[in-house]
């Protein structure tokens, strides 16, 4: 049986884990033996004051303690040069991994330890003990998932091995048409990173037969150790020439060079070089490079998926939402702004549409979830109305009833907000708008002189709950210069403040952009009023009543 506040057993390795206030919550029975502590004296106590001491056995300030650092940030990092007092008053120089552990309940912290022998200290440039191997991969996860950017991905990448492992870092990428492309050449020089863009750029086509190391690594072979003498004969591809440019440019002596692979395909290789590091690579290098061009692959995987997603929302969005008509004597505009997330793809809509010689439909919506089929039932839904306002040309209440039951039929829509308004010009000059709101936030009403007022007509249900209500509508006669403005929650809409202060920061800069052009006056609201922390899509539809005389 397991004691209560037994830690994980990790190999020959001490460890324990802290909660969110630095108190130990479980501690391994490896950790107990080398710290010469019983367990009942260990948990609940602050792991600071408990064991972190300089070498010379003083207290060390929580702000100088490189650990008690790591442990707050909540980050992966690994580092020697302290030392834990056992209990029986001697000190043990450690070296040490802290990484978060979710396991251990909300802001845990996993700390991995073993003693900093002479030995270990003294190891030869480039290699790593067992810890900070494990500091290394666990820090590479946690640096390179936490960004969908794949340049981003590259670029994270120099520091987590240079200088660790090696003085230069090289990555070349293979597109989605097999292109291969030199994304970067980086040195260690002076204690700080250089990127040399000279030596990057497009690179020759991937030869099938070449059995050199890059060659056979972007074909997705084994990784392998290589030298500037690999690349001194006779080239048998324009990779090769590459390869024997860039070890006489780098002065790299030794080279580890691996496939940077994906779920089906290779994306790339990755080469670590040595020039001032003396220790030429060997072959037992090239278990941990496999491990880094693994999370490599992983990161890049993952955002190559999130650009596609992207692109296919795009084109969803610029399919799927209309062109707006023509309507004699007022303006129209309209503007979709996606979602910042790619996989966020949202249901927001809007459509412009004739009625008749003297009539439009305007309508704005928004169909509930954020992906995929939010978009293709927005398709649907969009066409269902078009069909049923055509088809009946009665009032907008009772177009939106048909609408409502004619969604219990469809089963990829499920329920959905909209405001649908028909504008009518009036005889004896002038515009009416009559419209029914089906949950949706409120059109405003914008005047020449930058008075504003919610057009709120009594809200009926959202769509598709399956109750059924009729729906009314109101109606008002729209003033000479004014602007109509119809929306989707995702304009106003705070993760933190609600919706309220939405409608507020609305209104008071609508009001202040009344003189600008309908173009410039859609701009504006959009770069003005959306939350910072809305990760909502927006959709705006604005239609602007002549002044009076014109």
Request: hydrophobic share 40%; net charge neutral.
């Amino acid at each position: 049986m397991t004691p209560t506040g037994a830690g994980p057993e990790v190999g020959d390795l001490g460890a324990y884990v802290v909660d969110d206030g630095g108190r130990l919550t479980t501690v391994n029975e490896r950790a107990l033996r080398l710290l010469a502590l019983e367990r009942a004296a260990v948990l609940g106590r602050d792991h600071h004051e408990l064991l972190h001491r300089a070498p010379d056995g003083s207290t060390l300030p929580r702000a100088g303690c490189p650990l008690m650092d790591a442990v707050l940030a909540r980050t992966a990092c690994s580092g020697s040069g302290t030392s834990f007092l056992r209990g029986d008053g001697r000190l043990l120089p450690v070296h040490w991994t802290a990484t978060p552990y979710p396991g251990g309940g909300p802001g845990a912290t996993l700390v991995l330890f073993h003693p900093s022998a002479a030995d270990a200290l003294i190891g030869a440039p480039g290699t790593l003990t067992e810890l900070e191997r494990l500091g290394l991969l666990a820090e590479t996860t946690t640096s390179l998932t936490s960004t969908m950017n794949e340049e981003e991905t590259v670029d994270r990448l120099a520091p987590l091995v240079l200088p660790r492992l090696a003085d230069w870092l090289v990555v070349d990428l293979v597109d989605e048409t097999g292109d291969v492309r030199r994304a970067r050449v980086v040195e260690h020089r002076d204690g700080r990173v250089v990127r040399h863009p000279g030596l990057e750029g497009p690179m020759p086509v991937v030869t099938q037969r070449s059995p050199l190391p890059l060659s056979r690594a972007l074909r997705g072979g084994a990784a392998s150790v290589a030298g500037p003498e690999v690349y001194r004969g006779e080239p048998d591809s324009g990779i090769a020439v590459v390869q024997r440019e860039l070890f006489a440019a780098t002065g790299m002596h030794s080279a580890a060079i691996a496939p940077i692979r994906g779920a089906r395909e290779v994306l790339g290789a990755l080469t670590l070089g040595r020039s001032t590091n003396p220790v030429r690579f060997a072959t037992r290098d090239l278990s941990l490079l496999e491990d880094l061009t693994r999370r490599t692959g992983l990161a890049i995987s993952n955002s190559r998926l999130y650009q596609r997603q992207r692109r296919v929302a795009e084109t969803m969005q610029r399919h799927l939402l209309p062109q707006l008509p023509r309507v004699p004597g007022v303006e129209l505009c309209a503007r979709y702004l996606s979602a910042p997330d790619a996989s966020q793809v949202g249901g927001d809509w809007y459509d412009a549409f004739a009625l008749s010689e003297e009539a439009t439909a305007l309508v704005i919506g928004d169909v509930v979830g954020h992906d995929l089929e939010a978009a293709a039932g927005m398709a649907q839904l969009r066409n269902m109305l078009r069909a049923l306002a055509w088809s009946q040309q009665g009032p907008p209440g009772r177009v939106v009833d048909l609408l409502d039951a004619a969604m219990g039929r469809v089963d990829a829509l499920t329920t959905a907000t909209l405001v649908l308004g028909r504008l009518t010009r009036l005889p004896e000059a002038g515009w009416r708008w009559d419209w029914t709101n089906a949950g949706h936030p409120p059109p405003l009403l914008v005047t020449a002189d930058g008075r504003t007022e919610y057009l709120r007509a009594p809200r009926s249900l959202l769509l598709g709950t399956g109750a059924r209500i009729a729906r009314g509508e109101t109606s008002v006669r729209l003033p000479p210069g004014c602007t109509l403005l119809l929306y989707t929650d995702g304009l106003v809409e705070s993760r933190h403040e609600g919706i309220e202060p939405g409608f507020a920061r609305l209104r008071r800069h609508a009001a202040s952009l009344a003189h600008h052009g309908l173009e410039g006056f859609c701009d504006r609201v959009l770069e003005r009023v959306r939350p910072p922390d809305n990760d909502d899509d927006v959709a705006l539809l604005a239609l602007r009543v002549p002044p009076e005389g014109r």
